[in-house]
Antibody, heavy 126, light 107 residues
Framework: EVQLVQSGAEMRKPGESLKISCKGSGYSFTSYWIAWVRQMPGKGLEWLGIIYPNDSDRKYSPSFQGQVTISVDKSINTAYLQWNSLKAADTAMYFC???????????????????WGQGSQVTVSA | SYDLTQPPSLSVSPGQTASITCSGDKLGDAYVCWYQQKPGQSPVLVIYQNTRRPSGIPERFSASNSGNTATLTISGTQAIDEADYYCQAWDSNSDVVFGGGTKLTVL
C-alpha cells in the first residue's frame, strides 16, 4: 500500500528554524515526484514546490521561492520541508503529496497528486 | 500568474446533480484534476487528466474540460459528498495552480 507518513505537529517561536518530514513507503520512492502543499487555517490549498527524489531536481512556486527549502534523503525514502526563520504567517497545515504519474520535468502537465500525507500542523507564535 | 476561479459555495439537495465549475484562460488546453477534502482530512484525488476517475472513486463523479471551463459533476449527490472541492492544473511555467475551492453543502 502506498503511504506517505508525515512528522507530527510542531510549535515554534518567530525566527526559529524547523524541518518537517514525509516518509514514503509501498512504492519506488525515487521514481515519483513529491510535492509540498500549504493550507492556512480556513483557507485553500497552495503549492510550495516539488522535488524528484532520484536526483533532487526541484522546482519552487514563485510565491515560496527563497522562503522554504525542499530536500530529500532517498536512502531513507524521506522528503523534507525546511524554514530557516519562521514567521507567524507560516502557521498552517502542510501536506506532502505524491505525483502519480512517472514523468520527466518536461511532462509535468499531465501529472496529479494521487496520494497525500496526513498533514503536519506548524504553529508559530511568540 | 495563472488563476483558476471556482464558486465559493454550492448547495444541492440529496439525489440531485451538483456541478462545480473551474474557470481559467484556455483551461481546456490543460489537464485538470479535482480533489475532495472533508473537514480535518487530507485531500483526495477524485478526477485526474480531465475525465479519469481513480480506482475507488464512485461512478457518480465525472468531469469535463473545454474552452475556459472545467466542470466536476456529482450525480445523485449523497450526504457523504459534502466537502470542499478544489480544481488544479499546471500553468505554462510548469507551476501548480489550485482553484480557490468550492464548499459543497448537501441539504
Amino acid at each position: 500500500e502506498v503511504q506517505l507518513v508525515q512528522s507530527g505537529a510542531e510549535m515554534r517561536k518567530p525566527g526559529e528554524s524547523l524541518k518537517i518530514s514525509c516518509k514514503g513507503s509501498g512504492y519506488s520512492f525515487t521514481s515519483y515526484w513529491i510535492a509540498w502543499v500549504r493550507q492556512m487555517p480556513g483557507k485553500g490549498l497552495e503549492w510550495l514546490g516539488i522535488i524528484y527524489p532520484n536526483d533532487s531536481d526541484r522546482k519552487y512556486s514563485p510565491s515560496f521561492q527563497g522562503q522554504v527549502t525542499i530536500s530529500v534523503d532517498k536512502s531513507i525514502n524521506t522528503a523534507y520541508l525546511q524554514w530557516n526563520s519562521l514567521k507567524a504567517a507560516d502557521t498552517a497545515m502542510y501536506f506532502c503529496a505524491r505525483l502519480g504519474a512517472v514523468t520527466s520535468r518536461s511532462s509535468l502537465e499531465i501529472n496529479f497528486f494521487d496520494r497525500w500525507g496526513q498533514g503536519s500542523q506548524v504553529t508559530v507564535s511568540a | 500568474s495563472y488563476d483558476l476561479t471556482q464558486p465559493p459555495s454550492l448547495s444541492v439537495s440529496p439525489g440531485q446533480t451538483a456541478s462545480i465549475t473551474c474557470s481559467g484562460d484556455k483551461l481546456g488546453d490543460a489537464y485538470v484534476c479535482w480533489y475532495q477534502q472533508k473537514p480535518g482530512q487530507s485531500p483526495v484525488l477524485v478526477i485526474y487528466q480531465n475525465t479519469r476517475r481513480p480506482s475507488g472513486i464512485p461512478e457518480r463523479f465525472s468531469a469535463s474540460n473545454s474552452g475556459n471551463t472545467a466542470t466536476l459533476t456529482i450525480s445523485g449527490t449523497q450526504a457523504i459528498d459534502e466537502a470542499d472541492y478544489y480544481c488544479q492544473a499546471w500553468d505554462s511555467n510548469s507551476d501548480v495552480v489550485f482553484g480557490g475551492g468550492t464548499k459543497l453543502t448537501v441539504l
